[in-house]
């Protein structure tokens, strides 16, 4: 298993929605497959609670939402530590990136860092493009994983566990 | 309590879509009517129109990330009728592979993830643990089992089609690729730890039936119809074969019906507060034609499974009762003894001298301009029926889903659980959850029953015979 996992999610054909999918496509071949695993899929599902165990360290790379208090504008960048939560929400088909880092632990007894890194987006109406101004802001946060994916392979242990 | 009121649930949670429950309450404050309403709409008959017949699987795929194989095998075996070929028995095969991959991992999905919080946990459990993070605390191999198993079928899909969701693999005239030894004896070698988590979930179910004799007598326990494709042995299968219809007392109705011949005995209404429409079956009318179909009715169907465990499972289950198995509660044990019989099945399929054969797609134009392709998805049997021009567009499609087929069900079960478990105009969390409890039993995919982009909730309202609204519930 790879030492870094990254997770690519969200839904292609929703047009900013589907960034991380560019972003993966961008990231492929940047990294040996041996340190690096790249992983894309619409949403997050309990199963890989499983495979999150099996590494040292998970990017999970998604679109975020500009919310109504202001909060982000299109074409940011965020990256974050994720925290394993103290409790987590209802489940239907898909859980939160710290809700997965979770599920890892209850189940697996595993600690993996994690990060988020997301862009975000400006149109999620259907379609397979990405919004001009997202289109533009790509190339920046395939920068910022690779820098921090760099950053990460550079630790010659694991980095301990974020906690909550 | 007022008079005339009703109850919302929306929306319903731990389902597959978005939708929500009306139960309306007569002067003395009893449920009188309960309305299960589906709340989406999509339109995927109509934006087929005009795209290439050979577009359709993959596009068909799109309706559902749960079941987007099951879409795949019925809309390529329309388009084989459309060219009106044969395809290559290997092909014949590795579709079925697919399929029996298919049913385990969304079957897998239903039991565990979606309704063991109810098994495990009971119908009253608090709402904020009543999930798979509960499951994981109070019973950590259950939730391990789980997501094993529904692996387990996801990378059967994955080394076939190439990926999880939305494989494009199953084209018209079979399939793109063979069977590699090397994935061959991948899925073979992963076959012992899947059939063991199978075993002791069904052992595990089993044991927790006793205590649910009171949601067993309630949960849609009902005369109704039973519909499913039968192998001519009347053997359980999911590919290809006959419709059977048996009545509640067990005696076939129907026998040797033609899928392809769907739409003389199969109607649909179309009622003004749902986009889900209702099938029936059209000798008994609407609504006295309301007919169930996925796992509790296949296994009321077939006479036999034809692999040995799941066999003597059959033979079990169909002594809970001297009739049909009547009560959907048992959707969830007819759920396991199908995934008993898909795991046995692979390993029969995967050991066939035949399934490495490179020779997997037949390659002809069209020949016809009509096509009906019918397979038993998950949830139940689904048809899909295709009309081309002579340059092979598409000029009109109909797709009849599972869901759709048990929609009469669901509703006539969502009214009994509310009539026994819903008194006075508040709701409580346990009856709300038993409300929607019987609705999972179902596992109903409203995105594929609408065709429709997928929300995953659920609303409830208590609505007051003047139409105002008592109480409601709605959850995220």
């Known amino acids: ?164 | 309590m007022k008079q005339g009121s009703s109850i919302v649930i929306d929306p319903v949670t731990r389902i597959e879509g978005h939708s929500k429950i009306t139960l309306h309450l007569n002067e003395d404050g009893r449920v009188e009517e309960a309305r299960f309403h589906v709340t989406q709409f999509r339109g995927f008959e109509k934006l087929c129109e005009g795209r290439p017949f050979y577009e359709m699987p993959s596009l068909m795929a799109r309706i559902c990330g749960i079941c987007p194989v099951s879409h795949l095998i019925a809309s390529a075996k329309a388009c084989d009728s459309l060219l009106a070929v044969r395809i290559p028995p290997t092909a014949d095969k590795l579709r079925r592979i697919f399929g029996l991959a298919q049913v385990t991992q969304s079957h897998a999905l239903s039991l565990f993830h979606l309704s063991s919080p109810d098994l495990l946990l009971g119908m009253d459990a608090d709402p904020a643990t009543s999930n798979i993070f509960g499951v994981a605390e109070k019973n950590p191999e259950l939730a391990l089992d789980g997501i094993r198993l529904r692996q387990f079928g996801q990378r059967i899909i994955e080394r076939l089609g190439g990926k999880r969701i939305h494989p494009a693999w199953i084209v018209p005239g079979g399939v793109s690729e063979p069977l590699t030894e090397a994935n061959r004896d991948a899925i073979l070698w992963a076959l012992p730890d899947a059939l063991a988590i199978a075993e002791r979930t069904l052992e595990w179910f089993k044991s927790t039936m006793e205590r649910f004799r009171e949601e067993i007598s309630v949960f849609g326990n009902f005369p109704t119809l039973f519909m499913g494709i039968v192998k001519k042995d009347n053997g359980l299968t999911f590919y290809d074969g006959k419709i059977r219809i048996v009545d509640a007392s067990g005696h076939v109705v129907a026998d040797d019906l033609d899928p392809t011949q769907y739409f003389d005995y199969i109607g649909e209404k179309v009622e003004p507060w749902s986009y889900l429409k209702s099938s029936y079956y059209k000798p008994k009318g609407f609504p006295d034609g309301v007919y169930r179909v996925g796992p509790l009715a296949r296994l009321n169907v077939a006479d036999r499974c034809g692999t040995p465990r799941a066999d003597q499972e059959l033979a079990e289950f169909h002594e809970l009762q001297r009739t049909a198995v009547l009560s959907s509660f048992h959707y969830h044990h007819a759920r396991l003894i199908e995934i008993l019989y898909c795991i046995e099945r692979l390993e029969q399929l995967l050991n066939d001298p035949e399934i490495l054969s490179k020779h997997v797609r037949a390659v002809a134009r069209p020949n016809a301009l009509e096509g009906v392709g019918a397979a038993e998805a998950p949830r139940g049997t689904l048809f899909h029926h295709y009309k081309i021009d002579e340059q092979g567009l598409i000029r009109w499609v109909n797709l009849i889903i599972a869901t759709g087929q048990n929609n009469l069900a669901m509703n006539r079960s969502v009214l009994q659980v509310a009539k026994h478990f819903v008194h006075g105009n508040r709701l409580t969390p346990g009856m709300l959850n038993r409300v929607e409890a019987v609705i999972r039993c179902y596992d109903p995919c409203l995105s594929c029953s609408t065709h429709a982009l997928g929300e995953m909730a659920l609303r409830v309202q208590l609505l007051s015979p003047d139409g105002e609204v008592l109480d409601e519930v709605a959850r995220p």
Not at chain 1, 47 to 56: N, P
Not at chain 1, 72 to 97: D, K, N, T
Request: hydrophobic share 50%; net charge negative.
């Open chain 1, 1 to 164: 298993m790879a030492r870094v996992l990254i997770i690519a999610y969200g839904n292609p054909m929703r047009s900013d929605d589907g960034l991380a999918w560019r972003a993966a496509d961008a990231l492929e071949g940047k990294f040996s497959s041996l340190q690096v695993e790249i992983v894309r899929t619409h949403q997050l599902a309990p199963e890989l609670a499983e495979t999150v165990s099996r590494c040292e360290t998970v990017i999970f790379v998604d679109a975020a939402f500009a919310d109504a208090m202001g909060n982000g504008s299109p074409g940011e960048i965020r990256s974050a530590p994720i925290g394993v939560p103290q409790a987590a929400s209802r489940f239907s088909h898909q859980l939160s990136p710290a809700a997965v880092i979770a599920l890892a632990h209850q189940l697996f007894s595993a600690g993996p860092r994690a990060f988020s890194v997301t862009l975000t987006g400006q149109c999620f109406d259907h379609g397979e493009s990405l919004s001009p101004l997202v289109a533009a802001a790509l190339p920046a946060l395939v920068a910022r994983i690779e820098a921090l994916v760099q950053q990460l392979l550079s630790f010659k242990t694991p980095p301990a566990c974020n906690k909550a």
